[in-house]
C-alpha cells in the first residue's frame, strides 16, 4: 500500500458504473484509475501499478477471470477485489480459486466497496513485497533500477527484459510458457501470434547477462518454456 493516497484502478465496461465507483473511492480518500475493456486491462494495471484493482468479470476483448490469471503470473502480490453483476456461487468460487482477494455483487452500497477495500489494503500489507533484487553466483540484478551487475561490472537492462525476469522470479515453482509471456509480458494475445519473439528475447536477455559474466540465470525447460535457475536468489 501507497504512502500516500493509495492508487485504485478500476476495470468496469459501462460507463455509468465505472464513474459511479470511482467517484466513491475519491470521497473513500483513494485515486481511482480507469480502463474499460478487458484486452487493455493488463497493460494498464502493469504501467500503472496501482495498489489495488476492482475487476469486472463481463468484459469486452477478455474476461476478468482471464485478466485474474495473467496480473497474480505477473505481480502475485497485488489485492485483486472481482465485482460483478453474476452472484451465482460458481463465479464467485472460480474468481476466489483464480486468486481474487475479495468478490463483490452488485448491487452494492458505496459503504460496502470502501468497506471491503479498505480490508482487502490492510490484509495485503502484512504480504511480502514483489521482488526487488535476483542474486547468483555473485552477481546482482536489480529489477527497479534495470541493472544487471557482478565484480564491478555492470549492464543495463530493457524494460522488456525486466518484465521477462520479473514474471520468471515470481513464480519460481513452475515453468512459464512462451503464450503466458506473451499474454503477460507483451500484452498480446497468443493466438496466432509468433512465439519466436520470446525465444528472440530470452537469447538477447541472456546475451546481455553474459557480458558481466551471469551465464546461468534462465533455464529452458523442453516443452514447457523458461524458468529460473534453483540456484537464484529473489528478494523483495
Known amino acids: 500500500m501507497s504512502a500516500a493516497q493509495p492508487r485504485v484502478m478500476v476495470v468496469e465496461d459501462d460507463d455509468a458504473i465505472r464513474e459511479g465507483l470511482c467517484d466513491a473511492l475519491r470521497y473513500g480518500g483513494y485515486v481511482p484509475l480507469s480502463c474499460a475493456r478487458g484486452d487493455k486491462a493488463l497493460r494498464e494495471i502493469l504501467e500503472t501499478s496501482p495498489d489495488l484493482v476492482l475487476l469486472d468479470v463481463m468484459l469486452p476483448g477478455r474476461n476478468g ?30 474468481g ?24 482487502v489494503l490492510r490484509r ?28 564491478g561490472k555492470s549492464v543495463t537492462l530493457t524494460e522488456r527484459d525486466i518484465g521477462v525476469l520479473r514474471i520468471l522470479s515470481a513464480n519460481r515453482d513452475r515453468a512459464i510458457s512462451r503464450d503466458e509471456l506473451l499474454r503477460v509480458v507483451w500484452g498480446v494475445d497468443p493466438r496466432g501470434a509468433d512465439t519466436r519473439a520470446v525465444d528472440m528475447q530470452i537469447v538477447r536477455l ?15 525447460v523442453r516443452g514447457k518454456g523458461y524458468r529460473l535457475a534453483p540456484s537464484a536468489t529473489v528478494k523483495a
Open 96 to 119: 476466489l480459486e483464480h486468486g481474487a482477494d475479495d468478490y463483490v455483487v452488485k448491487p452494492f452500497s458505496a459503504k460496502e466497496l470502501l468497506a471491503r477495500v479498505g480490508a
Open 206 to 220: 541472456r546475451e546481455s547477462l553474459a557480458t558481466v559474466g551471469i551465464d546461468s540465470l534462465i533455464e529452458t
Open 124 to 151: 495485503s500489507a502484512e504480504r511480502p513485497a514483489d521482488v526487488g533484487t535476483i542474486s547468483i553466483d555473485g552477481a546482482a540484478i536489480s529489477l527497479a533500477r534495470c541493472e544487471a551487475s557482478r565484480k
Open 65 to 94: 477471470f482471464e485478466i485474474l490469471r495473467d496480473v497474480r503470473a505477473a505481480k502475485p502480490t497485488l489485492p485483486v477485489v472481482m465485482v460483478t453483476a453474476r452472484g451465482d456461487e460458481r463465479d464467485r468460487i472460480d
